[in-house]
């Protein structure tokens, strides 16, 4: 009760003089914010931009609960998690239940933009009338202020719905929520995209052409498609692809948690391993051609397990950059993590990407910060590339004008006008003047309907006539969709010198089983330069899912 009370004056007291102030100078006006989706891309005043946005909660610090406590304005702390978050190379926050008006104005105010999650409940009766009509008011008082403000570049309908629960309340239903949803949106705050945060693990299925971008949370654990089969990098391609349409992807999630226990990649991590791994998802997910991200999060999150005056080792609660010392802490202090984003944020390479086959000339594309002025780039020791660069969207090419397929891992420097280095990273990719052909990997069934097999029959087969070399471990799975269960995840050792090999497995789905997708990969080999070639086919129990499943 003390600690709450005293909260509570600090906050009234922080907050005299602070409101209408700016983070930035009184006389430096903030530049209104056009935004256009156009070639998979968002525009941000006519320039293409990417959109870095971290997950942030103001109202889940030591002792907080954001979904059961009273609302309170905390001006002076939101201000200086904004300003931090700025400095380290964010332009945008991700939210996920309602912020206040004056929350959002002080996003405005700082020159963040926003992803603005809208909590319309995952697990509500999309069934009853009642449900939507009060979810169509949930967002009308939303969009009766929200569209006055150019700051937010894309509303979040729902998190992460639940196979089991859309099969429930009907798949027809579902969707007609969610397209009626986006159409206030779009009536009241036109220009403004939509979409959903679906968990790619158990929401692939879902057809998201509806929607305006593509929105995933995705978690890289190795058991799942992401990691298992695809490889993170290769995820968000065929997730767009799944879809069918040039629209762009926004990746809601990602992250690792430090908590002290764990099983799997699920907890249990160092701060060390937090850092490089997340760091390499990003990487991945630039290979992936995302148009932006969403990383979780800024700052633990105490309140998951339900006890938020007490930091419980459940995983959840530790996927913060920041963290908390006790919990007399409000302000936190930075993991390794937040170090190594500020250093990779000075500049987003977004092109030429690892995986990658150019044909003719290798196309340059960096999202810049402040800091940098000029960018090397270095083939087999030698400077090959070097140039000044100004603003924050830079394009260019590399022409090596060789008629030979070869692989090269080129260094990319970034530095300041002070010849300072900031930043680099090494780019794995193969160049060639002609085609390249790719082994092949596909999937066949004895039935591609779920309530017809008791014993699903999967023979994968991969050809191999080309100058790749097979790596011999084949990557399958079989992701059932029930829970937050991957699936089951195995191994095959086959031979590598043969053109054509092929295997048989079995599963056997359960009743529960209503979205199956099988999975399978291997990694392909072009002398230092690696490539995941994959396939995967979703399979359903009878008919349910027609009204919202991607073809």
């Not at 309170?72 to 700025?86: S, Y």
């Not at 397929?405 to 680099?424: A, G, P, S, V």
Request: proline share 4%.
């Amino acid at each position: 009760m003390k600690k709450w009370l005293l909260l509570s004056v600090v906050i009234i007291v922080g907050g005299f003089g602070l409101i209408g102030c700016t983070n930035q100078d009184k006389d430096e006006k903030r530049e209104p914010i056009n935004l256009e989706i156009k070639d998979g891309a968002y525009y941000i005043n006519g320039e293409k931009t990417f959109i870095n946005a971290l997950g942030y909660e103001i109202a889940a610090r030591p002792g907080q609960h954001p979904y059961k406590d009273e609302k309170v304005l905390e001006i002076a702390r939101m201000n200086n998690d904004l300003k931090v978050i700025k400095e380290a190379g964010f332009n945008a926050v991700r939210t996920w239940s309602e912020l206040t008006e004056e929350e959002v104005q002080l996003i405005q105010e700082s020159g963040l933009m926003l992803v603005y999650g809208i909590w319309v409940l995952p697990d509500g009766n999309f069934d009853d009338p009642k449900f939507v009509d009060d979810a169509k008011q949930q967002v009308r008082n939303v969009m009766a202020w929200s569209k006055n403000y150019d700051c937010i570049i894309t509303y979040l309908i729902m998190n992460e719905p639940m196979v089991a629960h859309v099969h429930e309340k009907g798949a027809k239903n579902t969707i007609e929520l969610w397209k009626s949803l986006t159409a206030i949106i779009h009536e009241e705050h036109p220009g403004i995209p939509v979409t959903i945060s679906n968990n790619s693990a158990i929401g692939d299925y879902l057809n998201e052409r509806i929607f305006d971008v593509y929105g995933y949370n995705t978690y890289d654990y190795k058991e799942g498609l992401p990691g298992h089969t695809q490889g993170f990098a290769n995820h968000f391609k065929y997730l767009k692809k799944l879809n069918g349409e040039n629209k762009p992807v926004l990746v809601t999630e990602f992250g690792l948690s430090v908590s002290p226990i764990g099983y799997g990649m699920y907890g249990g991590n160092t701060r060390q391993a937090q850092a490089g791994h997340v760091i390499k998802n990003f990487s991945d997910l630039l290979d992936s051609e995302v148009a932006g991200i969403c990383p979780f999060y800024y700052a633990d999150g105490w309140w998951k397990a339900d006890n938020p005056a007490k930091h419980d080792p459940y995983p959840e609660e530790w996927f913060g950059y920041w963290g908390y010392a006790d919990e007399n802490d409000t302000v936190g202090y930075p993991r390794p993590v937040w170090y190594e984003f500020k250093r990779y944020n000075e500049a987003i390479l977004a092109a030429p990407r690892n995986q990658q086959i150019y044909q003719g000339a290798v196309p340059v594309e960096i999202y810049l910060g402040e800091n940098v002025s000029r960018v090397k780039a270095i083939y087999n020791d030698k400077l090959i590339y070097n140039k000044e660069v100004s603003g924050h969207h830079f394009t260019d090419a590399i022409d090596f004008k060789e008629d030979s397929i070869t692989d090269r891992e080129l260094i990319f420097e970034f530095y300041n006008q002070d010849n300072e280095l900031l930043k680099w990273e090494s780019i794995s990719l193969l160049t060639t003047k002609n085609d390249v052909e790719l082994p092949k990997i596909s999937l066949s069934f004895n039935n591609d309907d779920l309530s017809k097999v008791k014993k699903l029959e999967t023979k994968i087969t991969i050809e191999n006539n080309s100058k790749f070399l097979l790596k011999g471990k084949v990557n399958y799975i079989f992701a059932h969709h029930e829970g937050w269960n991957p699936g089951v995840h195995k191994t095959k050792e086959v031979e590598t010198d043969k053109t054509m090999v092929s295997f048989t497995d079995t599963f056997e789905p359960s009743e529960n089983c209503y979205v199956l997708n099988v999975g399978a990969g291997v990694d392909i080999k072009y002398g230092k330069f690696v490539k995941r070639i994959h396939a995967e086919k979703l399979l359903y129990r009878g008919s349910w899912a027609d009204a919202i499943k991607v073809d």
